[in-house]
Nanobody, 127 residues
């Protein structure tokens, strides 16, 4: 069983940056795919980025391309999401998710693909 714990959210001014972390309690093997989702107030949860364990690639939703950076530290069992140039529309709860894999890029946006979810971390961007 894997438990995921997100952290790093907070209140940030527009234009600022944040780095979100997602720490896994159990060891995440290289076969695990990982992803970040977010849910804005009053909206459905949406996929923002993933690591495909099928091809080793990192992918982003069009809406965040160029501002978000996914990274992982296997030694720490942690994945990160760096968000630059924050906008008000980035406000929401950010979740990380793990798929026992392999995770194909085409499956990244599918919530039911993932086996484990964190509880989320709130990001609020003030204008």
């Amino acid at each position: 069983q894997v438990q995921l714990v997100e952290s790093g959210g907070g209140l940030v001014q527009a234009g600022g940056s944040l780095r979100l972390s997602c720490a896994a309690s159990g060891r995440i093997s290289s076969s695990y795919g990982m992803a970040w989702f977010r849910q804005a107030p009053g909206k459905e949860r949406e996929w923002v980025s993933c690591f495909s364990s099928r091809d080793g690639g990192v992918y982003y939703a069009d809406s965040v391309q160029g501002r978000f950076t996914f990274s992982r530290d296997n030694a720490k069992n942690t994945v990160y999401l760096r968000i630059n140039s924050l906008k008000s529309e980035d406000t929401g709860v950010y979740y990380c998710a793990a798929d026992k894999g392999p995770l194909d890029y085409s499956d990244c946006p599918q919530e039911d693909e993932y086996d484990f979810w964190g509880q989320g971390t709130q990001v609020t961007v003030s204008s």
